[in-house]
């Protein structure tokens, strides 16, 4: 399933046009996102769409709550109050982790990244990629990609009237088939209904920023995730950029919450430095590398020693190189 607002039909999808990229982002627009409630994105409150099952948690609604979120349900809340008890952080990781997010995304559209593809998006929330991007840019393209229905409903709502953003309900354990659905497709008749749209939109021959913000230590290592984080860079053209956030073995609160995440959603995976580093193999590592997540490129001095909420994860940021 796809969705994007109802806008005059875009033609040459394989070529998108590109504005010339401004040199420097407006602060105001950025602390203006950053602080929104997101209020004027959200939906009926009393509404829960059929195939939203709310007796069971979902990774996207748990995430919400922990941020603060108000599209989330008792179960997916009951969750995040034993992880934050478990990370004894009050939140502070997830929070970090959106404004890691920020950096990366205002970093690579510096660099002339103009498309972005954000795989397991999760909720709306504040300082969403698009939002992020197109301040920097604002003809910047996004594509999100989530297999939660929430997610999915609430991105409807998100997008309603923005002709440059889409949003995927699709597995991202499933590379070939989403890709398939993604790239500029000759006989476009035989994609699903509504791909039509979608495919095309962002195009692979030239740049896009991939985003694995905290969603990769939901695949477990049966499921085979260094190989489904290679097959998505395999597909990116060279200049390309990785950003992926991921929990750190080497945190006592991360090893805890994994205990918490496996037992409540049945998927959560803590990985050693090493692990996580090898996610960004064929890929040249942007400094200062892989890091805590208040020590990639932050905007103010970093307080150390470090306190446990800023070492559950580990991030960084690849660029993929140019053949010679």
């Known amino acids: 399933m796809v969705t994007q607002a109802t806008v005059k039909p875009r ?26 409630d997101m209020a004027w994105a959200k939906v009926d409150a009393t509404h829960v769409p ?7 948690p979902s990774v996207a609604r748990v995430y919400d709550a922990i941020l603060g979120g108000k599209d989330n349900f008792a179960v997916d809340r009951a969750v995040a109050a034993q992880a934050v008890k478990a990370t004894g952080d009050g939140g502070k990781g997830a929070r970090l982790n959106r404004a890691a997010l920020g950096r990366a995304v205002r970093f690579m559209c510096r660099q002339g990244v103009t498309q972005f593809l954000d795989l397991g998006s999760g909720l709306p929330t504040v300082q969403n990629t698009h939002q992020i991007a197109q301040a920097v840019n604002p003809v910047a393209r996004v594509v999100y990609v989530d297999n939660d229905p929430s997610a999915y409903v609430h991105g409807q709502a998100l997008l309603t009237g923005d002709a ?43 740049p896009v920023g991939l985003i694995l913000n905290a969603v990769i230590h939901h695949v477990l290592d049966e499921e085979d995730p260094h190989g489904i984080v290679a097959r998505y860079i395999d597909a990116l053209a060279p200049g390309s950029y990785l950003q992926l956030t991921h929990f750190c073995d080497s945190s ?39 890091v805590y997540l208040p020590e990639w490129r932050p905007d103010e001095p970093v307080r150390r020693p470090l306190d446990p909420g800023s070492m559950l ?12």
């Open 11 to 36: 033609t040459n999808y394989c070529h998108p046009a590109r504005d010339r990229l401004p040199v420097r982002h407006d602060p105001a627009i950025i602390r203006h996102m950053a602080s929104s």
């Open 50 to 56: 059929p195939e939203i099952d709310t007796t069971k």
């Open 164 to 206: 440059l953003t889409f949003v995927v309900l699709a597995d991202i354990r499933e590379p070939d088939k989403l890709l398939a659905r993604l790239v500029c497709a000759n006989k476009k008749a035989e994609l699903g209904s509504g791909d039509t749209e979608v495919a095309g939109f962002l195009d692979f021959a030239q």
């Open 252 to 290: 006592e609160q991360a090893r805890a919450n994994e205990q918490v995440l496996k037992k409540s959603l049945g998927r959560g995976q803590v990985r050693s430095r090493e692990q996580i580093a090898r996610f960004f193999d064929g890929m040249d590592l942007v400094e200062p590398g892989l």
């Open 313 to 324: 994860m580990l991030g960084g940021v690849g660029r993929k190189p140019r053949k010679p």
